[in-house]
């Protein structure tokens, strides 16, 4: 989903204040061969959390040299039960690929459809773009998979996030109408997201 390149590499500079649509380009003579590799996922992600789930991101920021490349990856770890909540991403169509242990995968249609399939090793799926998806780890162990998006920084919109843990927050009105459930129901959930 991102523009075409203008030229082979533009390895994103990250420090600059410069603004452009993707990072300004180090120059070319401070290029070296590791602008193209990232070894970030090499270690599994610490799936110590409320989700018992981790993301680990290959995308611009964290792999520079993917800057105006159109492409970026991701590592998921699952524990046992693990679930990779309910997000969309606004820039790009994601697939995937299990390597181990089995994932409830799905996603919801603009028309509200539910599409899912329990997903194994070596199988893939995709995602199309800016749809809520989850994975969930519906196996006996853990589970494994690499995601990879057509945009070097796809964005994240976490669900339960994005109305619920917003700085600042989002009106309690809004969400009782928007939910139809009383203000106690939603600051039990605003509660759970630390805001
Ligand atoms: C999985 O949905 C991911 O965004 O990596
Ligand atoms: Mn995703």
């Known amino acids: 989903a991102d523009p075409d390149p203008l030229q082979d590499f533009c390895v994103a ?9 993707g990072f300004p380009c180090k120059p070319s003579s401070e290029v070296t061969s590791g602008d193209f590799f990232f070894d970030g996922f090499t270690k599994e992600g610490n799936t110590r959390n409320i989700f018992r789930a ?3 991101p290959g995308n611009v920021l964290s792999f ?3 800057n105006t490349l159109g492409i970026s990856m991701n590592r998921v770890d699952f524990a046992p039960g693990g679930l990779n909540p ?5 820039r790009a ?3 995937g690929v299990v390597v181990q242990g089995k994932l409830l995968v799905g996603f919801v249609t603009t028309s509200n459809v539910f599409y899912s399939k329990e997903v194994g090793p ?10 809520v998806h989850f994975q969930r780890n519906i196996g006996e162990g853990k589970a494994q998979a690499f995601t990879a998006f057509n945009s070097h920084f796809p964005g994240t919109v976490l669900a339960a996030s994005t109305l619920f843990a917003a700085t ?3 009106p309690n009105e809004v969400l009782t109408q928007a939910f139809q459930v009383d203000e106690n129901v939603v600051n039990q959930i605003k509660s759970k997201f630390g805001s």
Not at 13 to 21: E, G, K, R, Y
Not at 122 to 131: D, K, N, S, T
């Open 13 to 21: 500079d990250l420090n600059s204040s410069a603004s452009v649509n």
């Open 54 to 56: 981790s993301v680990t």
């Open 64 to 66: 520079p040299g993917l």
């Open 86 to 90: 309910p997000h969309s991403h606004p």
């Open 93 to 95: 169509t994601e697939t």
């Open 122 to 131: 070596g199988e893939m799926f995709v995602i199309p773009r800016g749809l």
């Open 168 to 170: 600042p927050t989002v």
